[in-house]
Structure formats: structure tokens, C-alpha cells
């Protein structure tokens, strides 16, 4: 059998054994999703990177966005020119959000990643409640969230703004403040991107994931840019996402700043994020309290004597209620497509009935 270490895809973050990757039909042979083009996949062995085409059915209008490959993932593919990707190996993590615009739909932002950085400026970006609803996007996702404040070096109050962050999320979330541009700052994140690892860097434009990308490669292989003094936005430099080997033996994925990081429907509200809001809103005397003005209100208690911080219950109660939509939207579109696949099975017996079935 042989085992992840002996294999040249170790370096590209399988951790798996082999022998256990189907190979059916014959013939495939396997790599990651490092990056998705318009024009099609560019893909990585271990020993070089190489183009792919989806296979068809990956292609067909309709099918879910996040049933087609995705960076991150590992795939078996034909031996063609180009070769084609057949299959996606089943994912140990999804880090997904809702697409921006009307129609609800899942998109992926990267998987099978251990780690997802949720980076943000201590600058004009500094944000805790979009903090937030990153971890509410990493929570259901399988991998670990850590928050990574870059730009300490412009900023006078980092322990002030690590304490008043503590407040709103888990406490066993790491927080680290760096300078994103110096070696040495960056170095207690090194643990993060062992071999074998795989780590997704988010947030807005001109956070710095990209000069933490360089920073950790040691060269300046991402093009980074400026930001605007007025705000701290970024310029949308990074335009696609992209898996890279770090000379740490790990992988990462630099991807474009968010611009909009919407809940997928799927997201969970009584987890480590906000489970002990939702506990203490259970304790309130009336059942149907709405914690505006009822006597024995827990949550009013709580808010007035400082254990939950107003800010956090505020965005909360956005959140829970983006959830509800969200959710409502995906279980409408889960059952619009129930219906459709009923509709093509009833169609295609009528056409099997009229031409023979093949
Ligand atoms: N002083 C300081 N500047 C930083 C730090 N991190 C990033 N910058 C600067 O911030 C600007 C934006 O950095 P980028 O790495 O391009 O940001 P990005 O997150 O990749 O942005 P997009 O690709 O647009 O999503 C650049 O001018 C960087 O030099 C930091 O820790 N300290
Ligand atoms: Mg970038
Ligand atoms: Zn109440």
C-alpha cells in the first residue's frame, strides 16, 4: 500500500491513503484544484502543474455550483489532452457562502482545508462583526476558524482592540495581530502551515492576504496594491483563487477580497459562535419574550450589567434573521429542484416510451 508520505501529492496536502481512491473506471490518476480559470482547471500532481477540463456533466446547465470542482479539491483525471476531471474525491471540509445577487445559490470558496484565516486590518477595515459572520460561515465548514489582525504595525491600541475583540467571539479561537510585510511577525503563524496542512486566507480587499502570502513564501509571487487612504479599501488586486505550496511543506489558498460574505441557510446559531446567547434568551421569564421592555428578561439582565456586549447582540439578531431568509431561500430552491428532477424523470419516460430507452 502505498501511503501518503511516499507519494508526491503529500506535497500538495493529501494526507490519504491510496490504495482506498477508487479507480474506477481505470486509468485515472489524481490531483488537487489549484486554481479555476474561465477557461477551465489548472491542476497539481506534486510534481507539476498541469490544465484540465471538467468532465461534461460537470458543465450542464442546473447543477449545483458546489457539485463542481472546486480549489481545494482532490479529483481523478483521464489521461486525454487535455485531460479531463471525472470524479471529486468526497471532501473533508467546505467553506462555503450564498453567491452574491437573487437567485440563492451555495458557492464554494475552498476545501479540504484545515484552517481558515480570517484576516482583517487593524486599520479603517477593522470590523468585529464582519469578523463574526466569517465565523459563522467557518463553523459549519470542518475546518478551524483563526483571526489574523494585520497592519499592527500602524496601529497604537492592538491589545485594546485583541481585549474588545475577545468579547464577541469564542474563546477557543486564536487571535493573532502581525505585520504582514516582516518575517518575524508573521512567524507565530508558522504552526499553522505544517506539511500536509491546507489553509484558506479571507477577508476584504487590501487586508494583506496576499502580503502574507509573499511574506510566508519568501518572494513576492502574488501582486499586491496600495489602499485607498481614505477607507483602507483594498483594489481588488487578487482576481481568482489559488492554491500554493509554502516552503513550510503546507499549502494555501490566497483568494480575492469579499465583497459580500452572505450566509448560506445552512449556517447554525446555537454553536460556540452564539449558543450561549441563544441559551440565555431561553431563560427569560415569558416564553415569547421579545427582550425589548418584559420584566425578567435575561438577555436586558445580561446587556445591562455587561456580560453580553450590546454590539454583539446586535448583530445577532441581523444575523439571525439573514439566517432565517437565507434558510428559507435554500429550502424553497431544494424544493423548486425536487420538483424539476420529478419533472425530467417524467419526461424522460415519456420520450423512453416514445423512442426506446438507450
Ligand atoms: N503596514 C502594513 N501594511 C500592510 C500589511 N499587510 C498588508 N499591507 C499593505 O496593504 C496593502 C494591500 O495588501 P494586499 O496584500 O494587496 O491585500 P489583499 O488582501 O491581498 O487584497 P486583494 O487581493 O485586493 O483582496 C498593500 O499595500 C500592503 O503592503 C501590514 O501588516 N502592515
Ligand atoms: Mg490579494
Ligand atoms: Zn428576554
Redesign the pocket.
Known amino acids: 500500500m502505498t501511503d501518503a508520505l511516499e507519494s508526491p501529492l503529500s506535497l500538495i496536502g493529501w494526507r490519504g491513503i491510496l490504495a482506498a481512491v477508487p479507480a474506477d473506471p481505470p486509468g485515472l490518476r489524481m490531483a488537487r484544484v489549484i486554481a479555476q480559470h474561465r477557461a477551465g482547471y489548472e491542476l497539481h500532481d506534486g510534481d507539476h502543474a498541469f490544465n484540465a477540463q471538467p468532465a461534461p456533466r460537470f458543465i450542464k446547465p442546473g447543477i449545483d455550483p458546489s457539485e463542481r470542482p472546486a480549489v481545494g479539491d482532490f479529483v481523478l483525471v483521464t489521461s486525454a489532452k487535455p485531460p479531463l476531471i471525472e470524479r471529486i474525491l468526497p471532501r473533508r471540509s467546505e467553506l462555503a457562502r450564498a453567491a452574491a445577487g437573487e437567485r440563492h445559490q451555495r458557492q464554494l470558496i475552498a476545501t479540504n482545508i484545515d484552517t481558515v484565516m480570517v ?1 482583517c ?1 487593524l486599520d479603517g477595515d477593522f470590523n468585529p462583526s464582519r469578523i463574526e459572520r466569517y465565523l459563522m460561515l467557518v463553523e459549519g465548514s470542518g475546518a478551524r476558524a483563526v483571526i489574523v489582525l ?5 496601529s497604537d491600541e492592538v491589545e485594546t482592540t485583541i481585549e474588545e475583540l475577545r468579547k464577541r467571539v469564542p474563546a477557543n479561537t486564536p487571535i493573532h495581530a ?5 518575517a518575524d ?1 508573521i512567524a507565530p503563524l508558522l504552526a499553522y502551515f505544517g506539511p500536509g496542512s491546507s489553509t484558506v486566507l479571507v ?12 511574506s510566508l513564501l519568501g518572494e513576492s509571487r ?6 485607498r487612504e481614505t477607507d483602507s479599501r ?5 482576481t481568482y483563487r489559488a492554491l500554493i505550496q509554502l516552503p513550510s511543506g503546507g499549502c494555501l489558498i ?4 469579499m465583497r459580500e460574505i452572505k450566509l448560506t441557510g445552512e449556517e447554525t446559531l446555537s454553536g460556540d459562535q452564539f449558543g450561549d446567547i441563544e441559551e440565555l434568551a431561553q431563560t427569560c421569564r415569558f416564553g415569547d419574550c421579545s427582550h425589548l421592555s418584559e420584566p425578567g428578561c435575561s438577555v436586558r439582565a445580561a446587556l445591562e450589567d455587561g456580560r453580553l456586549d450590546n454590539e454583539r447582540w446586535h448583530n445577532y439578531l441581523k444575523l439571525r434573521d439573514e439566517l432565517a431568509s437565507a434558510a428559507d431561500s435554500l429550502e424553497a430552491q431544494l424544493r423548486r429542484k425536487g420538483e424539476s428532477r420529478v419533472l425530467t424523470k417524467a419526461l424522460g419516460k415519456r420520450l423512453d416510451e416514445k423512442y426506446g430507452s438507450h
Open positions: 484576516i486590518g494585520t497592519k499592527a504595525d500602524t502581525i505585520n504582514a510585510k516582516s511577525s477577508g476584504s480587499s487590501g487586508v494583506g492576504k496576499s502580503t502574507l502570502t509573499n502574488q501582486a499586491t496594491n496600495s489602499v483594498g483594489r481588488h488586486t487578487t490566497d483568494t480575492p477580497g
